[in-house]
T-cell receptor, first 110, second 116 residues
Framework: RKEVEQDPGPFNVPEGATVAFNCTYS??????FFWYRQDCRKEPKLLMS???SGNEDGRFTAQLNRASQYISLLIRDSKLSDSATYLC???????????FGAGTRLAVHP | SQTIHQWPATLVQPVGSPLSLECTVE??????LYWYRQAAGRGLQLLFY??????ISSEVPQNLSASRPQDRQFILSSKKLLLSDSGFYLC???????????????FGPGTRLTVL
């Protein structure tokens, strides 16, 4: 079983839609979690950290359920500029070793 | 502010040729450094990480090696490239903050390698 698993998508949604991405993880990637965004042929960039209590940053909400080993990202009022691949990432062990999911591709259309 | 550089941006190499990719970081001291590879349509795979000069840890057996000759320089090498070495190579850094590690990694722009 992969340490971090995501639905690869693609998710094709109209502008203004609400879209949710899910991610599951194994015990080895279980210290901290993040969502990174990667635009086509670009490097990944941190979107937000994921806290156990859930956290929100503007239109983005992240949730962590440790009992179910499940992480989610909710995007409200989708914009064209949200089109990208969203990477679910776990922090494993020391030295900031990140475990990346394969990513979920989002395409927002007019 | 901190910046991370990688070169070259793109590279096309024949099978069996050597490889050297360079990564340098500015604006920070004693960073943790990482090399990742992303195959087409796949997630990022951690190849190597380094917590200091001359200290290299390998995550997966492969045809590649890494070196850290200076504090802010990280080099990825191969003596003979394979077709399967094609991919997007990303260097990243993170910093220790006091006694707690800052979890965020900052990525360089990447090198897109095609082995023919």
């Amino acid at each position: 079983r992969k340490e971090v698993e995501q639905d690869p998508g693609p998710f094709n949604v109209p502008e203004g839609a609400t879209v949710a991405f899910n991610c599951t993880y194994s015990n080895s990637a279980s210290q901290s979690f993040f969502w990174y965004r990667q635009d086509c042929r670009k490097e990944p960039k941190l979107l937000m950290s994921v806290y156990s209590s859930g956290n929100e940053d503007g239109r983005f909400t992240a949730q962590l359920n440790r009992a179910s080993q499940y992480i989610s990202l909710l995007i409200r009022d989708s914009k064209l500029s949200d089109s990208a691949t969203y990477l679910c990432v776990g922090l494993s062990g020391g030295y900031n070793k990140l475990i990346f999911g394969a990513g979920t591709r989002l395409a927002v259309h007019p | 502010s901190q910046t991370i550089h990688q070169w070259p941006a793109t590279l096309v190499q024949p099978v069996g040729s050597p490889l050297s990719l360079e990564c340098t970081v500015e604006g920070t001291s004693n960073p943790n450094l990482y090399w990742y590879r992303q195959a087409a349509g796949r997630g990022l795979q951690l190849l190597f990480y380094s917590v200091g000069i001359g200290q290299i840890s390998s995550e997966v057996p492969q045809n590649l090696s890494a070196s850290r000759p200076q504090d802010r320089q990280f080099i990825l090498s191969s003596k003979k490239l394979l077709l399967s070495d094609s991919g997007f190579y990303l260097c990243a850094w993170s910093v220790m903050f006091r006694r707690r590690e800052s979890p965020q990694q900052f990525f360089g722009p990447g090198t897109r390698l095609t082995v023919l």
